[in-house]
């Protein structure tokens, strides 16, 4: 039987979902990937072992389906995040795209809007729209930052459903302040979600919106396992808010979403969070070592709280990426004008990708 064939159109998609491309970062099998800001560093030995023991108990229960509230799971993300957090306050799921999603499922959908300041993380408008739910970009500063006042003017006149505050900002890698989120809470109706996938490599003395929690139950705070944690295939987000949302979340969550083989990965991984996380002082060391060398190139790094820097004065991109990528190294075009972003690798990735750039030769 010979297969059939259609294209997308000759489909009955949703209207709001024509013309849409999917999430699609290049993938190729080059000796130095340095484009999607994972952690690069493999988990340690020690902390694998670990892993393995407690899936291989979980392996023999898999019959059954897993604890639906991953109890274990929540009380160790409280554990890590301090801040008197409680497993009541915390909820998780495949990457912190499907808590962002849950959150986009129960507060927006049709005839509600999310909203972000643009540039920032793509996923953002596909799950807003994903969900049925229009989405509105606001702007930026020339430098990619956000001020207070500015911020909550935008906010205050597009009113949103949901806002996302991307917290460092990616693709920028641009701290936000907590001025900033106190700012546009106050005159936001809606959910406002505070991204903070690479909160880790923030200065360790830079507060995290964890501390703002308190008294605002419109307020959550995500994270991710997938860059400090080196658990990118691992996929686990999760997020800190007002038990009262946590409850709004399980009304649209698949049942027993989170496997029970994720679970003790996860819980493994936590246990051994002081081990895991010795990675992101020399992620941090590497992210600064192509800050400065990128300027001694004559290019523009951005400041970059996160795994990954952000650096303009690039002439041609496109050509830029072709060389790199012809040179074994692949990193990110993000759409920007005269910008490329690279992640922070290991030592040699970093040494790799810095020759390579200095063989094509110096920013114009």
């Not at 008197?84 to 129960?106: F, K, R, Y």
């Not at 990619?144 to 906010?155: C, K």
Request: hydrophobic content about 45%; glycine content about 8%.
């Amino acid at each position: 039987m010979g297969r059939v064939t259609a294209s997308l159109a000759d489909l009955p998609l949703r209207d709001d979902l024509r013309g849409l491309s999917p999430y699609g970062a290049p993938q190729a099998p080059l000796p130095i990937a340095l484009n999607v800001n994972e952690n690069t560093h493999p988990v340690p030995d020690a902390v694998a072992s670990d892993i393995l023991d407690d899936i291989a108990v979980a392996l023999r229960d898999v019959n059954r389906y897993p604890d639906r509230e991953f109890t274990t799971l929540r009380e160790g993300f409280a554990d890590y995040l301090g801040h008197g957090l409680v497993a009541d306050q915390i909820w998780a799921g495949n990457g912190s795209n499907e808590v962002l999603q849950h959150i986009l499922q129960a507060f927006g959908g049709p005839g509600r809007t999310a909203f972000s300041f643009a540039p920032t993380y793509s996923m953002y408008p596909l799950i807003a729209k994903g969900t049925g739910a229009t989405w509105v970009a606001g702007t930026r500063q020339p430098d990619y930052s956000l001020t207070p006042d500015d911020a909550a003017a935008q906010v205050e006149d597009a009113d949103p459903d949901v806002i996302l505050l991307c917290a460092p900002n990616n693709p920028t890698g641009t701290p936000l302040s907590l001025d900033v989120i106190e700012a546009v809470y106050e005159v936001s109706r809606g959910i406002v979600v505070v991204d903070e996938a690479y909160q880790e490599f923030a200065p360790h003395d830079a507060p995290s919106a964890l501390t703002l929690l308190d008294g605002r139950p419109r307020l959550a705070v995500s994270r991710t396992m997938s860059k400090a944690f080196a658990f990118a295939g691992a996929r686990v987000g999760y997020l800190a808010a007002d038990p009262a949302l946590i409850d709004a979340l399980r009304l649209v969550r698949l049942p027993y979403h989170l496997s029970a083989l994720t679970q003790a990965a996860a819980i493994a991984a936590l246990r051994n969070s002081d081990v895991m996380l010795g990675m992101v002082e020399e992620i941090v060391e590497q992210r600064n070592r192509i800050s400065a060398t990128l300027e001694a190139l004559g290019y523009t790094p951005h400041e970059s709280w996160s795994n990954f820097v952000l650096f303009g004065g690039v002439s041609d991109p496109a050509s830029v990426w072709q060389q790199l990528y012809d040179r074994g190294v692949l990193i990110r075009d993000v759409g920007i004008p005269g910008h490329l972003r690279v992640t922070a690798g290991t030592e040699a990735e970093t040494t790799a990708f810095l020759e390579a750039l200095a063989s094509i030769g110096s920013a114009s």
